[in-house]
């Protein structure tokens, strides 16, 4: 049933994901984090604001997360099979209309209908490629969709199939929190009466801003205005290398393990990142000032509930039980668990580091159990398994289910736009500001 998927090497238009379908995930497991991973999304829709079932079911959702009402009952009642073939024949009916993008860790039901599939740099990338497009579905989360349409035309729409699947990190950060931080910061790292955008008379500024991808189009219009990139796992280095040519810190937000393992491996040592967590007095750094003065990058207190389940002790069994196995995690995992693997990389290395390997090659991944399934029904020539035994999706990447997409599709060619993510043009041109800066950095 499954078969493998095309290099999505971006932008190409015309990237199809042949006919990958229901290859097993979290539903049908036993062992899973949450029974509700069985029950359809809509069930948790009508409960109001919350991640819902999976990784993030912990984390709090601020009361200003978007929420979903219930997907019309007509696709609550279709099956898997009824739902594949009507949303196959909506994309058919819209054409070149319409480009649907699908993130790594989407559902097997949602990746066969994408036209193209990436990690959140490539999307973005994706998202100028198809100009005749007049509609952008977005089988991702908030932030990715917000991003989309800020780097595409006016008079492209960029929908997200449920408005309901944010991201808990991206909730981590916001701007009141980030314009806080910054006033603070201003106050003991300034030159008297000046800015952290000010240079020095080296040249460099104070403090740049950089932030994870992972945000909203706020933080990013934040990040454009002062000067600062927007990064991905995939360019991370390579923008901090950038930032540092320009500042003596950066402010990396919203992901503290994202920050701290690139650092780290561009030998910045962990005595010159001291966290900041939100809400408290210099961020926690009171009576430390001086960690502040002396810090190249100060870490926001965020991270992912998906990767922060991976530990030392999983990988142990792992080796435990494979000798021969090869550990890859992705970025946003602590660091302890990084140093423990063998490599880490964004979603897209890991992609690329298993098709290239030698067939009977075993392998351990520290990231989202969808890619994880996904990869090991695409490479039966190699062994693949997820670190972590329990299944536990990303709660929000899960919350897109194909009732949905059927919905935002047939609506489409009814001529009807629903589920429209809409960022105001001032904070638009601020963030593709940052953005733009994050594509000129293009990963190694
Ligand atoms: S995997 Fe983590 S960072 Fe990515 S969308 Fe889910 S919660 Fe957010």
């Known amino acids: 049933m499954t078969t493998s998927l095309p290099t999505p090497t971006l932008p190409a238009p015309g990237l199809r994901a042949p006919g990958i379908r229901r290859t097993g995930g979290a539903a049908s497991s036993a062992s899973s984090c949450s029974p509700e991973l069985t029950t359809a999304p809509w069930t948790i829709d009508r409960r109001g604001p919350g991640y819902g079932p999976g990784a993030s079911q912990e984390d709090r959702a601020p009361a200003s997360a978007p929420v979903q009402g ?9 099956d898997e099979d009824q739902l594949h073939a009507r949303i196959t024949a909506a994309k058919e009916a819209l054409g070149e209309r319409v480009m649907v993008l699908g993130h790594f860790y989407q559902r097997d039901e ?15 990338r994706a998202a100028l490629g198809r100009e005749e497009a007049e509609y952008i579905v977005f089988c991702g989360v908030h932030f990715m969709a917000e991003t989309a349409d800020v780097l595409s035309r006016d008079d492209q729409a960029v929908i997200l199939p449920n408005l309901a699947a944010g991201c808990s990190m991206a909730d981590m950060a916001d701007v009141a929190g980030v314009e806080d931080c910054w006033a603070q910061l201003t106050r003991v790292l300034a030159e008297e009466g000046g800015s952290l955008d000010t240079p020095d008379e080296t040249g460099k500024v104070p403090v740049m801003p950089i932030t994870y991808m992972n945000c909203s189009a706020a933080l990013k219009a934040f990040v454009g205005r002062h000067g600062g990139i927007v990064c991905t796992s995939s360019n991370a280095a390579v923008v901090l290398e950038r930032a540092f040519e320009k500042a003596h810190r950066v402010l990396f937000f919203p992901d503290q393990h994202l920050g701290r393992n690139t650092a ?6 962990l005595e010159r990142m001291p966290l900041w967590s939100p809400g408290k007095p210099l961020g926690g750094n009171g009576n430390t000032v001086a960690s502040l003065e002396d810090s190249a990058v100060i870490l926001w207190h965020g991270f992912c509930s998906v990767h922060k389940r991976f530990t030392v002790d999983q990988i142990s069994a792992a080796r435990a039980e494979h000798p021969d196995v090869r550990v890859i995690v992705h970025p946003e995992c602590p660091m302890e668990v990084v140093d423990a693997a063998d490599e880490s990389g964004s979603t897209d290395h890991i992609r690329r580091a298993i098709e290239s390997a030698p067939a009977g090659s075993t392998f351990a991944i520290g990231t989202e159990i969808t890619m994880v399934s996904r990869l090991a029904a695409e490479h039966p020539e190699h062994t693949i398994f997820c670190l972590d035994p329990v299944v536990c999706p990303c709660s929000t990447m899960y919350r897109i289910h194909p009732a949905y997409l059927a919905w935002v599709l047939e609506s489409l060619v009814a001529g009807e736009v629903v589920n429209r993510i809409t960022v105001p043009e001032a904070e638009a041109a601020d963030a593709r500001l940052a953005l733009d800066r994050m594509l000129e950095a293009v990963p190694r």
């Open 110 to 124: 949602i990746v066969t209908h994408a036209d193209f599939l990436g990690d959140s740099f490539q999307l973005a």
């Open 264 to 269: 780290r491996a561009m030998g910045i040592g």
């Open 70 to 78: 219930p997907v019309p009952e007509e696709y609550r009642n279709l």
